[in-house]
């Protein structure tokens, strides 16, 4: 938080809402109490309450960080297996899921132990997940059920652990300031949704996809991702990596954050919903707020790796305080 060009972005974002919130306030006044007005009063008023969760976050540092976003994984993994019935025999798996597998992989990611962080959740507990299920005994369904069980740890938990992740990069010339480096990335992913909604519903035409998402267009997805790139090229004093080549990631990780959003919303309206939850008033759930940093915040991670030539691998060896323990146990 004494990184000054965070905290001018910081300053940004609540210049913006002060904005919105004016702007918004002069037009419900002059257009009435329509759905669209209220819809909008609601979404900017959730955003002042968002930024204040999301910058005392930072402000308690790399261990708040992380704790901030197992509570976010942990509220997503539930809107997620809350919207279809869970059967009784998926209760035990389900508890160990949210009490030990959770838990256990934002405790790798914060150490950090990389290597063990990358394979836990999709090598070890999804070998474990269905071998729990399994011996409750109930089969009616049992690869749909797992299934879903899988698919909300990989996306809720092992997708979005990534997020936090970003202030373990080891970037040469940018040390100590990769906590700008997170908020940039949540920043213009916001920007992005944002952006796509308004320019959809402004000069939205052609629906992209309307069976998965009705509000989707082609226009929005266009003018919308144009005016994320320029935002986030513009903003280029505040990451690692030269203008141009930054305007190319943020193409590339714009449309992935777009594509996981319309991957959840499949999932979404597979199972009978509109919105994932009511937790955000005029945005649904957490979860209908995170979709697009699904896909973005892994892509993201790993490219801005490889172009740096970050050995994560190398970096982050299994922790000392591991190895004493296990040596602890071997002897005792």
């Known amino acids: 938080m004494k990184d000054p060009e965070l905290l001018a972005l910081l300053g940004g974002v609540v210049a913006v809402l002060v904005l919105s919130s004016v702007v918004t306030a002069v037009l419900c006044r002059r257009g009435g109490a329509t759905p669209t007005l209220i819809n909008l009063r609601q979404r900017v008023r959730a955003w002042w309450w968002m930024m204040l969760v999301f910058g005392g976050s930072l402000a308690l540092g790399r261990t708040g960080i992380f704790g901030f976003y197992t509570l976010l994984s942990f509220l997503a993994l539930r809107e997620f297996l809350t919207l279809s019935t869970t059967p009784r025999g998926d209760h035990r798996t389900l508890t160990w899921v949210f009490f030990f ?27 474990f997940i269905p071998i729990r299920s399994a011996l409750a005994g109930e089969t009616e369904n049992f690869i749909e059920r797992t299934s879903r069980i899988q698919w909300g740890v990989l996306t809720c938990v092992y997708f979005l652990s990534y997020v936090p992740m970003i202030l373990s990069l080891k970037i040469p010339g940018y040390e100590g300031e990769n906590a700008k480096l997170l908020f940039f990335v949540v920043l213009v992913t916001q920007i992005s949704d944002v952006m796509q909604y308004v320019f959809g519903k402004c000069f939205g035409k052609h629906k992209l996809v309307p069976s998965v998402s009705p509000s989707k267009t082609r226009e929005g997805l266009l003018y919308g991702g144009l005016a994320a ?20 990631r943020w193409a590339l990780w714009g449309l992935g954050g777009f594509l996981g959003g319309l991957v959840m919303s499949a999932v979404k309206r597979s199972l009978g919903a509109k919105d994932w939850g009511q937790g955000i008033p005029g945005h649904g759930g957490v979860l209908d707020r995170l979709d697009s940093l699904l896909f973005g915040a892994p892509l993201f991670f790993h490219v801005t790796g490889f172009y740096f030539g970050t050995n994560m691998t190398v970096a982050y060896p299994r922790p000392e305080w591991i190895d004493r323990l296990l040596h602890l146990w071997m002897n005792s």
């Open 101 to 127: 597998i959770l838990p256990i992989h934002y405790l790798l990611a914060w150490a950090p132990w990389y290597g063990m962080f990358l394979i836990w959740i999709p090598v070890y507990s999804f070998v």
């Open 229 to 248: 790139v320029g935002i986030g090229t513009a903003l280029w004093w505040a990451t690692p990596c030269t203008r141009w080549a930054r305007g190319g």
